[in-house]
């Protein structure tokens, strides 16, 4: 069921019904309490980090949003296998807010709820939105395909999934996928959306941990500059480039999963969105990357996405 | 830029800024009619049609339509052999509304302005509206990788498209892709869409020309329902069946563009669509599929759409 946006600022503790969503290389401590800062909901990707990196990040954000007491959390991929240690890290150091994914909902839900945590889980269909929703999630992130990073296989789209996941569950649905702008947090929550969750708008922010030869990318992007890749293996959106062309090649050929997976090898997503290696990195983004134009602070952005949003709305009519 | 619904409904003397899609097997002058008297604009979809069926079509379209002088328009794919012949029925005919896809908007627009006629041209890129404008077209379709049938190769999803057309042209954008409620409707418009068009959700009207099988699969699909194929050919969005399988199969051990072509054969639309065949038939349809449940007049779907976007527009805050 659609939700008002206060069930999302609520439930966060947040000004704003927006995320910033956790990503991997890119959304540290700076970035996440920036967010946090400029009114939306901070979120520490914990996915690319070992657990004593996390613990830092976690401090630093503290550090940074201290004065304000500003409410920030984690983003857990399931998958990983240090999932369970990053998230006795974040508890230890005050975490209370935790949004998972890659993974079942089931796994971690009752145990983070039993600790006094907020929990939401992603989701790129409406049954396992429903699936989350048994599990005792607060809400859901629906997230569609045009969306950077790790993808669902069905491919579904923003547009299509959210209004699905809003009649499918009684818990505040959140969208994700292709939101770079205040006219696409309005559509969002035309169609029943409570909040957005942003994330390639957020990287190419200036405390955004992403490299400056990243964010440049991102701002040269064109609107077939990104494609979903590597289907045998997990599908993940990427910028095209060197790399994103010899996995297309190895793919074209018919190369086997195990090929392809020793051709990624380890640390390509670190030498590209990180360590700025355009050529040989794996640079995950999301499809909406050809509208970002600039690197604004994240104070800067949220101002723009408010000013963008009330002009959505206010260029609306009532009736068809 | 943005335009106001009411510049749609100006151009096609509409009362709404709904375009009913032109659809293969689909939609003839029975649903174009019955979509234009409802108050949307009907397309009459060429693109399966002879030319002396297309004049059949027009003349039962006139005939539905004459008491209350609605207009109505048709759909040509350009790259299909019979186009040039088409326009010429339906320009003696006296059909003055035409979209036009699948090919260069330069090729037909100055002919057909200056026959008085008013041209629409299909998009799936922000490069390609420019070009669509640049060639006198009145607006564009900005159809999103969603959409059912055939497709862009970009895979740009309708929420990261409209924007991205708004601001690259200064005529009217139509938005079309997974577009199956008035909620959709909405968002479209709070992305700067002045109008929509949908395919899918009429494909389930009563009104409809889809043989009563097709309708029922449609109102029975899930969300991974539909997936997009026969990428070495023209993508295509289709319905998962036995025929889809087959080409899937086909795809995944590396089979041949020739090959492909070869199993697809002739007819095998025509055979899903109109006549039935959910087995071996090709079951174009859009990713929405999932969210139509039932198949009502074209009269009772609009009256719905035109409720269900008040309630969502209403239930919009004006700021975040």
Not at 8 to 22: H, M, S, Y
Not at 24 to 36: E, F
């Amino acid at each position: 069921m659609a939700h008002a946006p206060a069930s999302i600022t609520k439930l966060f503790g947040t000004r704003l019904p927006i995320i910033q969503a956790g990503m991997v290389w890119v959304s540290g401590g700076k970035l996440a309490a920036a967010a946090s800062n400029a009114g939306a909901l901070g979120l520490i990707g914990a996915g690319s980090m070992k657990p004593d990196l996390l613990k830092h990040h976690i401090e630093k954000a503290k550090s940074l949003t201290s004065k304000t007491s500003v409410p920030f959390g984690i983003n857990i991929p399931l998958l990983y296998s240090a999932a369970e240690e990053q998230i006795k890290v974040a508890l230890d150091a005050g975490v209370r807010i935790f949004f998972t994914s890659a993974g079942s909902p089931k796994k971690l839900t009752p145990f983070l709820k039993s600790h006094g945590c907020t929990v939401v889980h992603v989701t790129s269909t409406p049954d396992l939105a429903k699936k989350c929703e048994d599990a005792g999630c607060d809400a859901v992130v629906a997230e569609g395909f045009e969306a950077g990073g790790h993808n669902g296989r069905d491919e579904i789209t923003t547009l299509v999934l959210i209004p699905q996941v809003v009649d499918a569950v009684k818990i505040p649905v959140i969208a994700a996928g292709g939101i770079g702008d205040g006219r696409a947090i309005a559509a969002c929550m035309a169609l029943g959306a409570a909040g957005v969750q942003i994330g390639t708008r957020f990287a190419a922010t200036v405390e955004s941990s992403a490299h400056a030869n990243f964010k440049q990318a991102i701002t040269e992007a064109k609107p077939d500059s990104t494609f979903l890749m590597m289907k045998q293996l997990v599908p993940v959106r990427l910028l095209k480039n060197q790399f994103f062309d010899e996995i297309r090649a190895m793919e074209e050929r018919g190369a086997s999963k195990e090929e392809i997976n020793a051709h990624l090898g380890k640390g390509r997503a670190k030498a590209g969105m990180l360590d700025g290696d355009l050529a040989n990195g794996e640079l995950e983004i999301g499809q909406i990357c050809s509208a970002v134009r600039d690197v604004p602070t994240c104070a800067e952005l949220v101002t723009r996405l408010e000013k963008e949003y009330a002009a959505a709305v206010n260029h609306l009519q009532p009736k068809l």
